[in-house]
């Protein structure tokens, strides 16, 4: 499988993963639509890649969903379809559930999970009309256990694995595929763009992502992931073996991440 001419739409295009993706996709030859709220990062991303020629920007909010389907018109008619959708965008949260407001938990979900969920809706319809389609959704080591601190971003993505683990069978035979991907620790903004308790932007780069792999070393380790059609999908560093151990030693994660030092 090559992704040459495939119609590729990616959201939270404009930094980090999502940015790491869009380079290489363009680079592999995809006509590569992207989406996040900041019109000028994405216009330096499209910029940036060896063929902006086939890159397209359309500007959205994931928490606007009333917008969403009149988005998804304008991505599918621009080159015809969506081969693949790339739901990526997302936000983080760094504050203690005792101390988490009301509004941001719903914020979170807003983005992460709503968001998220209507943008796939608005795309389906023309993928099962065409019987051919790919849905990726970026979760997180976060949406197979949780840690401190993280209480609304882990509930966030436990609900993408429910959603579309069960998506993932109703669409089986009408040739459309999902993968759940869990990045562990990546060295972009996600820690320092997180809200704190009181919708405050976070504004520190978390010392797991300083440390993390670069975004694009990721990109190119997740392209032929997706090429597999691999369901469910694990990369990071040593992060990675909480999800094992999650599945086998639930306690003794437990105990791990109780005592482990959180930022
Ligand atoms: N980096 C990690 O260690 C890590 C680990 C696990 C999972 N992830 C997941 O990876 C995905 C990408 O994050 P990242 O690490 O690349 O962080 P990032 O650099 O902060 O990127 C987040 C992206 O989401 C977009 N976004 C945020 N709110 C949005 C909204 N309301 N509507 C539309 N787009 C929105 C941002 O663009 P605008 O500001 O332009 O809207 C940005 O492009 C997220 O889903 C994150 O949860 C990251």
């Known amino acids: 499988m090559s992704f040459q001419d495939k119609i590729?739409?990616?959201?939270?295009?404009?930094?980090?993963?999502?940015?790491?993706?869009?380079?290489?996709?363009?680079?592999?030859?995809?006509?590569?639509?992207?989406?996040?709220?900041?019109?000028?990062?994405?216009?330096?991303?499209?910029?940036?890649?060896?063929?902006?020629?086939?890159?397209?920007?359309?500007?959205?909010?994931?928490?606007?969903?009333?917008?969403?389907?009149?988005?998804?018109?304008?991505?599918?008619?621009?080159?015809?379809?969506?081969?693949?959708?790339?739901?990526?965008?997302?936000?983080?949260?760094?504050?203690?559930?005792?101390?988490?407001?009301?509004?941001v938990i719903r914020q979170v979900m807003e983005i992460n999970f709503f968001g998220t969920v209507a943008l796939t809706k608005a795309v389906l319809p023309s993928m099962i009309e065409r019987k051919s389609g790919h849905i990726v959704v970026t979760s997180s080591v976060m949406g197979k256990f949780g840690t401190r601190l993280r209480s609304s971003y882990a509930a966030s993505k436990h609900a993408l694995h429910g959603y579309f683990d069960s998506l993932r069978q109703e669409v089986y035979d009408k040739n459309i595929d999902v993968s759940l991907v869990c990045p562990g620790f990546i060295k972009t903004n996600v820690t320092k763009n997180a809200l704190e308790g009181d919708g405050s932007k976070h504004n520190k780069m978390g010392a797991g992502q300083e440390k993390g792999m670069a975004a694009d070393e990721f990109a190119q380790k997740l392209i032929?992931?997706?090429?597999?059609?691999?369901?469910?999908?694990?990369?990071?560093?040593?992060?990675?073996?909480g999800v094992y151990l999650k599945r086998f030693f639930p306690r003794l994660l437990n105990k791990i991440l109780r005592n482990a030092k959180v930022t």
């Open 8 to 103: 590729v739409w990616i959201t939270g295009a404009s930094s980090g993963i999502g940015e790491a993706l869009t380079y290489e996709l363009n680079k592999q030859g995809a006509k590569v639509i992207i989406s996040s709220r900041r019109q000028k990062a994405l216009q330096k991303v499209k910029t940036s890649c060896l063929q902006a020629s086939k890159v397209h920007i359309i500007p959205l909010d994931l928490t606007k969903t009333e917008e969403l389907p009149s988005k998804a018109e304008e991505a599918i008619s621009h080159w015809g379809a969506v081969d693949y959708l790339f739901n990526n965008g997302g936000i983080s949260q760094r504050s203690e559930a005792i101390n988490t407001q009301m509004n």
């Open 224 to 241: 032929p992931k997706i090429k597999q059609g691999k369901e469910e999908i694990y990369i990071g560093g040593k992060e990675i073996w």
